[in-house]
């Protein structure tokens, strides 16, 4: 009960090596044995029918005839007999009267007597082949009849070739066939061997039972994993995909074994994947997801084996950093606005104390009056939280970057039932992007924004009076990577993008006086009037 436990703890390469030797060498002794068999059957036949040929020649001969008319055959068909063997591959050659008497023999002290064999179906007048021990031993011969004009049976002759003689051309055929044999073996074991190596590397030496529990590891880990995992080889085909990558770019059933460019990703995300370079947090957008992308490349020396590709989901984290950032935004306009009321509130003291309180209380009111008045129309206009903390954010940031803010008059949005994370992203990407090139062309720097509803849409429009953008720019902004600035790689306009195509709405860029961004989102049917 040992050596099967010690069996069950071999690796998989030694198992499989010490089978191929087992079946190696029992195909070589069972083919051997066969054509040790298969031999001596056709020795055999062929001695067999040299006998028979030799038996019946001799038969037909006229000269025998002629010499069974002698008073002493034997003085005229010995030296006949012995030519013919010499002359042929037969041992013997004996021709007896009908009586089975021997005129001739190899050896002479044998003439005169009885024949050793069967001679009764030759006499009838037939010819038949035996096998037989004789004076000579055993031997296969062939007995036929010598018959005169008139057809009858004059004389028998025998020709025959000793089992000794044929045993010793089956053994030199033996000796060739079991060096073949060996050779065979040695290959079988030699190629079993350099399969076990390849095998024994592949494998790490491990055992079925490892090799299983891995495999179940790996299937579970697969399987139970959320973020997405991705095996790409050196010439960029996809040969791992776990079902978190599967749902995170959409792909399908065949997608193992094809390359990177045919999968349908982004372009960016393809050229990633199939750059075969080591990548580090890397924003990437699907046409409904924000993905943070990791990839990692494979050596086994200085070969590259591939690349490891993880996937993790960021849409919500991206929707509530922009939440957090019009909430930021907010705050930042009240430490504006709070840092902006003490320097008035010292202004009016002031002037109290130089004694000119006409002029403090007409300082005060102005200010206040302005500030109170966006306030209070933004948080009229836009009934939705989120959207008016970003809009008097955007407005205190813009203030401090010298960018004029201005909402339209006939702004409004009631709680459009429109995801708030995804306007957020909008209004709050374009809004950016729209400061941005004002800054960059003519003073003064203005921005204008406008949001609007007609019962069955949300209008949404950014304008800047920056340079604007020409035709091939305006196609290409909302893709990943492209940006009006010198370097770096523009992110905000891509998911502004991704967002609008989340709420089934569509986006338009516009010339002019710089660019106008309109966005149109369909509202919810529940939510119209």
């Not at 990558?245 to 460019?261: C, I, Y």
Request: overall charge negative; glycine content about 10%; some cysteine.
């Amino acid at each position: 009960m040992a050596i099967p436990g010690r069996l069950r703890r071999w690796s998989l390469a030694r198992q499989i090596l010490v089978l191929q030797i087992v079946v190696v060498g029992v195909t070589v002794t069972v083919s051997t044995t066969i054509g040790f068999l298969q031999a001596r059957d056709l020795l055999t036949d062929e001695a067999t029918g040299v006998s028979t040929a030799v038996a019946i020649s001799v038969a037909d001969s006229p000269a025998v005839l002629d010499a069974l008319d002698e008073p002493d055959p034997t003085t005229a068909l010995q030296p006949y007999a012995d030519r013919v063997t010499a002359e042929t591959k037969v041992d013997f050659i004996t021709i007896m009267s009908p009586a089975g008497i021997r005129y001739t023999h190899p050896n002479r002290s044998q003439i005169g007597g009885h024949y050793l064999g069967s001679i009764t179906e030759a006499l009838a007048g037939g010819t038949y082949s035996e096998t037989y021990t004789g004076t000579l031993g055993p031997s296969v011969r062939t007995i036929t009849p010598v018959k005169d004009q008139a057809g009858r049976v004059r004389a028998l002759v025998s020709a025959g070739i000793t089992v000794e003689r044929i045993s010793s051309r089956l053994h030199a055929q033996i000796g060739a066939a079991g060096l073949a044999g060996l050779i065979g073996l040695s290959a079988g074991v030699a190629g079993s061997y350099l399969v076990g190596s390849r095998l024994r590397r592949h494998t790490h030496s491990l055992g079925p039972s490892e090799l299983s529990r891995m495999y179940d590891y790996h299937e579970a880990i697969l399987h139970a994993v959320r973020e997405g995992l991705l095996l790409v080889d050196s010439q960029g085909t996809l040969t791992l995909c776990n079902d978190g990558a599967r749902e995170l770019l959409r792909l399908g059933a065949d997608a193992e074994g094809r390359q990177v460019t045919d999968l349908g990703l982004p372009p960016s995300l393809t050229e990633l994947l199939a750059s075969g370079e080591n990548r580090t947090d890397e924003i990437h957008l699907t046409g409904e997801r924000v993905l943070l992308v990791n990839v990692a490349v494979v050596r086994s020396g200085s070969r590259s084996l591939g690349t490891v590709v993880t996937l993790r989901d960021h849409t919500e984290l991206q929707g509530l950093a922009g939440q957090l950032d019009a909430e930021r935004g907010f705050a930042d306009s009240l430490r504006s606005a709070a840092h902006e009321a003490a320097n008035r509130l010292h202004t009016v003291i002031t002037l109290v104390e130089l004694g000119r309180p006409e002029q403090a209380v007409a300082f005060a009111t102005a200010e206040l009056k302005a500030a109170q008045e966006l306030t209070d129309r933004v948080v009229a206009a836009v009934r939705e939280p989120v959207l008016a903390a970003l809009l008097l954010g955007k407005s205190a940031e813009a203030g401090e970057r010298g960018v004029e803010l201005s909402i339209s008059e006939d702004t409004e949005l009631d709680d459009v039932g429109l995801d708030e994370r995804d306007l957020v992203t909008v209004l709050g990407n374009l809004i950016d992007n729209a400061m941005e090139a004002a800054m960059s062309g003519s003073p003064p720097a203005r921005v204008g924004v406008r949001i609007t509803t007609d019962g069955t849409s949300c209008l949404i429009q950014v304008s800047d009076n920056g340079p604007g953008l020409d035709p091939a720019a305006a196609q290409e902004a909302f893709q990943r990577g492209w940006t009006t600035k010198g370097s770096g790689r523009g992110i905000g306009l891509a998911m502004v993008a991704q967002a609008v195509r989340r709420l089934d709405g569509t986006i338009e860029v516009s010339g002019g006086e710089g660019a106008v961004f309109t966005v149109r989102l369909p509202l919810p049917v529940e939510s119209r009037p």
